[in-house]
């Protein structure tokens, strides 16, 4: 069954805590994201990467780290610094840049 | 800076009622079009895309959506809207010549279909 998993569905943060959310793919693409989607403002672009051990910051990335040391995994972890957590996270994935982007279901995160 | 607009925020229907969604880019050039849909509690799915070709793409569950260059535009359209169509739209373009390796999303459309 080919897709993006992420987890938890639901997270909770206590200030000054980092956190991590599970992002994987079994569809063998080679380019991640992930976004941020908070009402009324769309989807905004933090992090990206197109191929292993790379990636660049989107447009939010303050507060937020990446790793991609495998192809199907792109975890995010939202540190103490971000001071506004509390939003709807998808992760996408993407044969290439430019080309379809497909989403998981979306992590929640909310703030203790 | 690269920008989006969908100018409807809500939109309100009866059923069997047509569907235009708006949405307009800020830049030329070369682009790669998609409508994406947000069902209640559901993954944000690919509803219909365009890179090249005919203007006019059809996309899943009777949308279509015709993009006209001169207009920056790629409005979203539906001539018989159902009650599973409630669900959020978000416009996104991808500029190729900009140099700018993101995706960048409008802030949705909200679609309220009352039965």
Redesign the interface.
């Known amino acids: 069954d080919g897709g993006i998993t992420q987890s938890p569905k639901y997270l909770f943060r206590k200030e000054g805590q980092n956190v991590t959310l599970s992002c994987e793919q079994n569809l063998n693409h080679d380019a991640m994201?992930w976004?941020r989607q908070d009402p009324?403002?769309?989807?905004?672009?933090i992090y990206?990467s197109?191929i292993v051990n790379d990636f660049?910051k989107?447009?939010i990335a303050e507060g937020y780290s990446v790793s991609r040391e495998k192809k199907e995994s792109f975890p995010l972890t939202v540190t103490s610094a971000q001071k506004n957590p509390t939003a709807f996270y998808?992760c996408a994935s993407s044969m290439g840049?430019?080309e379809?982007?497909?989403?998981?279901?979306?992590t929640r995160l909310l703030v203790l | 800076a690269q920008s989006v607009s969908q100018h409807n925020?809500h939109v309100i229907l009866s059923e069997a009622a047509s569907l235009e969604l708006g949405c307009n880019y800020s830049y030329g050039g070369t682009v790669?079009l998609?409508w994406?849909v947000q069902y209640p509690g559901?993954?944000?799915?690919?509803l219909l895309?365009y890179f090249s070709g005919d203007p006019l793409v059809k996309g899943i569950k009777g949308f279509e959506a015709e993009f006209i260059k001169s207009k920056f535009s790629f409005n979203l359209r539906k001539p018989s809207v159902q009650w599973s169509d409630t669900a959020e739209y978000?416009c996104?373009v991808?500029n190729?010549n900009f140099g700018n390796?993101?995706?960048t999303?409008?802030?949705?459309t909200r679609l309220t279909i009352i039965p």
Do not use: I, S, V
């Open positions: 994201y976004y009324g403002q769309g989807l905004r672009l990206y197109q660049q989107g447009d998808l840049r430019r379809t982007q497909y989403f998981g279901p979306g | 925020h790669n998609f994406y559901q993954h944000l799915q690919l895309k978000f996104a991808y190729l390796e993101k995706l999303f409008g802030t949705g």
